[in-house]
């Protein structure tokens, strides 16, 4: 019997890495103009205009990535049930030394958080990225809070997107194995995902 099964294909991991470079692009592109601290990251990138620039095109990169991949998972991800509030109710075990064993599915509550997280944050930082792209064509009003808007996503983004890449590699040993070949082992999945376990493999 083979140890591993299936879990994500190319397409989907392929989208998932397109994402996180587009990003981490957008992250050290905009550290310069959050604060004069950051300055010295725009060095990465040439100088600030061309920053700002390269900050623009990932941008419209990541929206559209973004988007397609939070509609790709949308059924997996905004499915919440009575087994994800029980998952809340324990915070996925993660705080308890003695062994839990909650019914999950492909992605756990938390996860199904996070995804729904980055595709409404995916939309609102596009809409705010718009005015301040062309901040003459709107009035006054509408640009400075979608300033405010957007650096409030941008910094609540990069609090999720830290837990999700500790738990996706060190806080879960094997995990990362799923984004990078695209299977994971059977010991694996009965533990983190026993649902979605039964659901592939009818055991
Ligand atoms: C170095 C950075 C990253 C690493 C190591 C990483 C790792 C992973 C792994 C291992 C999975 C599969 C989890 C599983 O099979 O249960 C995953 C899923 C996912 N990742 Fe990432 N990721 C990174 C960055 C990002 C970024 C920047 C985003 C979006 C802004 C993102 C969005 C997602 C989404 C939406 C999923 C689907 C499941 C979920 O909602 O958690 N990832 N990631």
């Given at each position: 019997m083979n140890d591993y099964i299936d879990r994500f294909n190319t397409r989907e991991r392929v989208l998932h890495w397109f994402v996180t470079i587009t990003f981490f692009t957008l992250l050290l592109s905009a550290l310069g103009l959050y604060s004069r601290l950051f300055t010295g990251y725009f060095n990465l990138f040439g100088g600030g205009q061309k920053a700002i620039i390269i900050h623009k095109v990932a941008g419209v990169l990541f929206f559209i990535s973004s988007l397609v991949l939070f509609i790709h998972n949308r059924r997996r991800t905004t499915d919440f049930n009575k087994d994800d509030m029980e998952w809340f109710r324990y915070l996925g075990g993660y705080l308890s030394r003695k062994e839990i064993h909650l019914k999950v599915g492909k992605f756990n509550a938390g996860q199904k958080l996070f995804g729904v997280f980055i595709g409404v944050a995916t939309i609102l930082l596009g809409i705010t990225g718009i005015f301040i792209w062309w901040?003459?064509?709107?009035p006054r009003w509408i640009v400075q809070l979608s300033l405010l808007v957007h650096g409030l996503l941008f910094v609540s983004s990069i609090m999720f997107v830290v837990v999700h890449v500790y738990l996706g590699t060190?806080?879960?040993?094997?995990?990362?194995e799923a984004m990078l070949w695209g299977k994971v082992s059977r010991a694996w999945a009965k533990k983190h995902h026993p649902k979605w376990y039964k659901e592939v493999t009818g055991e």
């Amino acid at each position: 019997m083979n140890d591993y099964i299936d879990r994500f294909n190319t397409r989907e991991r392929v989208l998932h890495w397109f994402v996180t470079i587009t990003f981490f692009t957008l992250l050290l592109s905009a550290l310069g103009l959050y604060s004069r601290l950051f300055t010295g990251y725009f060095n990465l990138f040439g100088g600030g205009q061309k920053a700002i620039i390269i900050h623009k095109v990932a941008g419209v990169l990541f929206f559209i990535s973004s988007l397609v991949l939070f509609i790709h998972n949308r059924r997996r991800t905004t499915d919440f049930n009575k087994d994800d509030m029980e998952w809340f109710r324990y915070l996925g075990g993660y705080l308890s030394r003695k062994e839990i064993h909650l019914k999950v599915g492909k992605f756990n509550a938390g996860q199904k958080l996070f995804g729904v997280f980055i595709g409404v944050a995916t939309i609102l930082l596009g809409i705010t990225g718009i005015f301040i792209w062309w901040p003459l064509a709107f009035p006054r009003w509408i640009v400075q809070l979608s300033l405010l808007v957007h650096g409030l996503l941008f910094v609540s983004s990069i609090m999720f997107v830290v837990v999700h890449v500790y738990l996706g590699t060190i806080g879960n040993p094997g995990t990362l194995e799923a984004m990078l070949w695209g299977k994971v082992s059977r010991a694996w999945a009965k533990k983190h995902h026993p649902k979605w376990y039964k659901e592939v493999t009818g055991e």
